[in-house]
């Protein structure tokens, strides 16, 4: 069967994901709310986590890499504490770049919740990240 370019039909002529298609294209630096997978009793779902893979990325993947935020938890080298209303959250929280996942889209359920975060915490969030797999990163 021939490429028809004038078809809808998914099977000949799928569709590319893009922020201007779909609800849920988020951009690195946003935070969103979502479930994240294997915390089923985690009370706090969705929680607010913190998009980190690149926008091209994004676009084009049915998946998103996030780090989770927390309103608590202790300060180290693989953390980073991020102010209330910055990125839209509501309160001071802490970023756990140990726990660096990819989520698929369909778990996202809102956002984004404001703008995106400065420059300077997604910069430090990869540094976090960088740590939290045994690179010996400077502060």
């Known amino acids: ?14 569709e590319v994901m893009t922020s201007a298609t ?3 294209s988020p951009r690195r630096g ?20 913190l998009v980190i893979s690149e926008d ?8 998103v890499i996030v780090v989770p935020a927390f309103s608590a938890g202790r300060i180290g080298p693989t953390r980073v504490r ?11 929280s802490v970023l756990f770049c140990e726990e660096i996942t990819t ?3 369909d778990f996202l359920q809102r956002g984004p919740l404001g703008p995106r975060v400065e420059p300077g915490t997604v910069a430090a969030v990869v540094r976090a990240i960088r740590r939290a797999i045994g690179e010996v990163v400077p502060s």
Do not use: C
């Open 30 to 49: 946003e935070f969103w709310t979502a479930y994240t997978p294997g915390q089923p009793d985690d009370p706090h779902q969705p929680r607010p986590v």
């Open 22 to 24: 779909s609800p849920k």
């Open 82 to 92: 991020v102010p209330a209303n910055s990125g839209g959250l509501p309160h001071d």
């Open 1 to 14: 069967m021939a490429f028809d370019p004038t078809s809808r039909s998914r099977a000949t002529a799928p």
């Open 56 to 63: 091209v990325r994004n676009r084009l993947r049915d998946d």
């Open 103 to 105: 989520i698929d889209k």
